[in-house]
């Protein structure tokens, strides 16, 4: 079998890998990249644990082929830090034990992200609309929403 060449820009950065043509794009993330903060819950796309962003767009790394990556741009959680600098949302889900297990945690966050860049002051309803595709079997969610509604807080007084 020929492995396919692709080159995509993952959390800013030009890279180059070869996959099967059926290996999805959460496969090539954590084992060809390294990039391990991506997980595999469901492998159907039910549960959200493996959701990055692609040109921007919330997907299921699980449901997408990582051929389909080539020319694109992957933002995935390890892109949410700066350095050691975490991004505020990680900073809060610490701060207000948002989370327990951890395997949703990387999707919620990357949900969460992707939410406060498009809307800065969502109302709990939209918040727990955004993330409704994100399942957490050990918080019950309370805690996750208001961990989100409190960095959007925090984020709009900073700027």
Known sequence: ?????VTTT????????LC?????????LRDRL???GTKEGCGTGDCGACSVLVDGRLVCSCLM???????????????MA??????????KFIEMAALQCGICTPG???AAKSLLERNPDPSEEEVRYWLAGNLCRCTG???IIRAVMETAADMRRAS
């Open 1 to 5: 079998m020929s492995r396919i060449h």
């Open 10 to 17: 993952i959390n800013g950065d030009e890279t180059d890998f």
């Open 20 to 28: 099967d043509a059926e290996d999805t794009l959460l496969d090539v």
């Open 34 to 36: 390294g990039l391990t």
């Open 65 to 79: 082929l990582g051929a389909e990556a080539e020319g694109r741009e992957v933002a995935t959680i390890e892109g």
């Open 82 to 91: 700066r350095g050691d600098q975490l991004h505020p949302l990680q900073q």
């Open 108 to 110: 919620i966050l990357v």
């Open 141 to 143: 969610y309370d805690k």
